[in-house]
């Protein structure tokens, strides 16, 4: 930490920050420069509040050097982590992962019809929502608990691994008892009882980005996971929100390269959700494999004119397969290949 | 609900529209215009999903006319909602009501130190956490059940009214128990499985707008609790994101008169996490009362420097005393009056 | 300027940063922490490129401790600037100055018209475009050197200082011959062959901040006017770019104070491009004034419903008038006054 | 246009909204809901100020159903508009076009180095500013006149068609005189009276999307260009400001399928500006040709570590090498190419 002085502060009021640093336990380095002095705070583990600074006479500003994650950050954790979803299934090595299914589990049908094709195309993993946050009270919110089974019914006849999100502690153990990867929403990314919660379950936990969350912040919540000792933690960049209404979000692909260099963490793009348009879903997932994304998570539908929510964003099953086709040209681009196709467990699989 | 149909879209186009329309049981009305056809949707309740229609042939674009929200609507419920926090205390009527107190409780001695001091300045209610939501796992995370019976002491040393903050199902019990307001903090703002419970609980509640939550999503996030079956929600604007790091948040005063215009809930401005920096925390708490808030959520701490959180933006005693003078002579010029100090229960008090 | 080295940089990586400083000829303090080194650059004078150091192995980030305007900004010069519109027309003092007038100057009626109603209710200066930026070049795009002279006549009839925007050279120079402060409006504020120009014309100048600018984004803009050798600048919040639609812009009333700790520069609010909205104008200018506004500058037209341009943004004289009590009443909570209405030079004027 | 009342409003006040309408001499059409009224206003060529409507009794709300732009619309213009920089050199077809070249030209020695290196690695053009907007005054500024001369003469040097900015009338003149593409940088996006002159000059333009403009906005300045009779315009995203300091913009990738939905004009992705680090800029630019560009403009400096300006985000030779031959492959997996490099005037070059 390096406590800035003001232009014209006097000796007593960096003597009286030397002194504060010094109290608190800590090694203080002036630096006086020609225009203002700096005093360096060495030593500082992260939990020292810079604010305790800032109400000082003289003080101009409080500059952390310290990032403020540890568990998370790449500097003390050099090496790729690899999260393995389920058998086969590894999120963050040279693999790209593709995760794709409905907005909604909506029914036996439904759910089944679109595993097969989007495992048919070549996705690993299956998504499709039992839970669902709407910011209305009045939309669809899911099937719950008999969505949780219908995707287990799909699993048992695909072999495709489940993603799918929880909301709330008590979601959260019946989902870890039923999908193989627990997805937290963009809009509980803050929401630190359900991050313990699931940091505690054993189970693979899929963090999206908050819609106002810095690359820090996004840091900081899988912190709260690893902290309760759960090291499987994938990201997810789902766009943020923007001065501009023609996309329902603002898809920040740089997100991806930056998190890589901060940290070890696989990270994944949903485009669907990053600009919630069909036909800007297919090359923003491009885009988003070009940049170095370690999978994508995409919504396909079998029949998106009739979903239940989120259609308009939703890909057509043949489209999600051609989409596939490009990725592998890209992926080869930048020395990497698609996740295969999982082993199935039924012979009712094609 | 309107759809507006692409310049030279086809007369089949615009008849598949009007079909699906009357599928949903709605009446379409066809708006043939110099440059395109928009068909409008009649009798829609608020529950079409307009991504139907986004992905029908020749659409362009769909408007939606009707606000998602209801019982939070002004439209629906014309007159202010006044909400009564305890006896005497209320918020959304003339009075302008002052929440001030620590950002967390730390002892009995601060708690009770803080409440004097606020309440011999002109505050009604005493604010302080018990539970606190912190972007690192490893700051202060609040005293919990204990720091919710400090704030009863307080309450019977001074006859305040307590306004505190919950994070979860459980710690809203808690909450409702001890305190005669529960917070829901920004980062819960869309946290639906705690609005639900919290609207269930039968306390008023004090909803904070999320870091980029629109004012329409705050007045949805309502609607959540007003669902339930809970008509006391007081609102309350504290900052949103910006791409300007001078303060850590932008206050969005103007959310005040369009809550005003398009609800019938009373809504507060807290200016402590709405700048972040105490000495903003004085001219931004005078604009807000200009700018017509129902009351004021401030950071006083009695020893700010030696604050366990959040010190830099906590006004001294003193401070916060001048600024309820100066209060006092805003509201003049617009008609209000300052909410005044509660009886109080016991003798200690002064 | 602090160069921050990984965690596990090189005594050499620390050594060629060390070098490259003074290669520069300034001098190297290295900091060794517990976890990381930084390297302090002492004698910056403003002018170094961090992105020097940036791309040398091993390090992490530079931090810029020294403020990267220097004219414009307090430490430098400690007093307010008290600008002088007009004889008894000052901005930045005690004062509270009142700017007000249409969006556009439409004809010699309605100017005169505008112009006795504002001074009636109490401003000191009255606005009026006569060169209009506007997004699409369809828009009216203002009367040109025609709309000058009839804010000339204006000023003769009632003795208003005249404020009014210059979009080009050609344009500076010609409201420099007519007007008594030259406007740059928002889209403008990074045009700095315009800011070079009008810095040389010895107007008092009025800066407007971007849609996206940050505080320093707009001292820097006025250090480019200050540096031309004119020192009579007022800054101007207006409202920025936000996710939220529901007002036109976001009025970052915090700017204000943030602007009086870190600049002696005056600095207005304008409410009526800072919501776009007539009825939260009145509420928004109330706030500007207590949180410590020099001034506003609101648009008033004589008859709102027949503007050509910004007529739902614009006050009906008598809702100005009432607004005017209401600020006398604030600015007395904060030790100011509204600065009086100039003498007059006609016997014209009531 | 459509006028939405509120719930409630009467008889009257649609009447009202009806006969503004048919005075302005267009068409009302009222359409009753089941909870509220809209009037469409039929035959609006897009000049209606709908804040006309806006101030009527009853009016909750004015919808704009028309796009503000026309020459830049696809719906009146469905073809791609392929831009001619030079002979051979097309942007806005099949072809990817390559614009690379250091941040300022700073010597003849650079510029033509900088030339034969992006030459060599396969781009058609060569970027290089003369002219710099820089936030501080005291910043490098560029070389002016001389600087395009040096362009002139890398130009002669290895064929490379020349892209350089204009900041003012006089240097658009020079820039036209010297460069075969006129570039309006973000801060002069909405610089109105620059848009009309390169509008004149006949020479393409390039214009970058400003920090905080919406891609209406863009398409607005570009219709500005056009309507002053310049077809060849070439749009450019270059990141946006966010709320995120993690980079220096958010490149809005997404807006490169938006615009060609839109508008027949063809954009390009500028991955330097866009992110302001070297290691995100070989992702991005990837990520940008998958997105569907069609083009880049990236910074390569033949001695990063000496640049003037930007040298932090200017890429080394030998990186700008190996990103073309990735962009070659990703180009073949959406069916395009990578523009020639075109034939050379001199002998002189390999």
């Not at 010094?22 to 992260?46: C, F, I």
């Not at 094709?117 to 709407?134: E, H, I, M, N």
């Not at 006849?157 to 008892?177: F, H, K, Q, R, S």
């Not at 209404?245 to 959700?273: C, E, G, Y």
Request: glycine share 10%.
């Amino acid at each position: 930490m390096l406590v800035v002085m003001e232009h014209g502060a006097t000796s007593e009021q960096v003597a009286g920050v030397v002194r504060l640093i010094e109290e608190l336990g800590y090694q203080a380095r002036p630096m006086p420069g020609s225009q203002r002095t700096a005093v360096g705070l060495v030593g500082n583990d992260g939990r020292v509040e810079g604010s305790r600074f800032e109400t000082l006479p003289g003080v101009a500003q409080v500059i952390h050097v310290t990032k403020p994650y540890k568990q998370a950050s790449r500097e003390w954790h050099p090496d790729n982590t690899v999260v393995t979803i389920a058998p086969g299934v590894h999120v963050g090595g040279d693999d790209i992962t593709l995760i794709a299914g409905p907005c909604s589990v909506e029914s036996e049908e439904q759910i089944v019809a679109a595993a097969r094709a989007v495992r048919a195309a070549g996705a690993s993993c299956l998504r499709g929502g039992a839970f669902k946050p709407r910011s209305s009270p009045y939309s669809f919110q899911g099937l719950g608990k008999r969505g949780l089974e219908m995707l287990a019914l799909a699993k048992r006849e695909t072999g495709l691994a489940i993603v799918t999100e929880a909301m709330d502690d008590e979601g959260a153990e019946l989902v870890a008892e039923y999908a193989d990867c627990i997805q937290i929403g963009a809009r509980n990314m803050q929401n630190y009882s359900l991050l313990r919660t699931v940091g505690r379950l054993g189970r693979p936990v899929l963090l999206k980005r908050g819609l106002a969350a810095t690359i820090t912040d996004l840091l900081l919540s899988a912190e709260y996971v690893l902290s309760e000792g759960n090291a499987q933690v994938i990201l997810c960049e789902r766009g943020v929100r923007s001065f501009d209404t023609a996309a329902r979000n603002m898809l920040d692909l740089t997100a991806i390269p930056i998190v890589h260099k901060l940290s070890h963490l696989p990270i994944l793009a949903d485009p669907s959700h990053g600009t919630g348009l069909r036909d800007k879903v297919i090359p923003m997932a491009r885009a988003a494999v070009a940049a170095g994304a370690d999978g994508i998570l995409v919504e396909v539908h079998p029949n998106p004119e009739r979903a239940l929510s989120d259609g308009a964003q939703s890909l057509f099953p043949e489209q999600f397969a051609q989409l596939v086709g490009e990725l592998r040209t890209i992926a080869t681009a930048i020395g990497r290949t698609i996740t295969p196709v999982p082993g199935t467990s039924t012979a009712g699989v094609a």
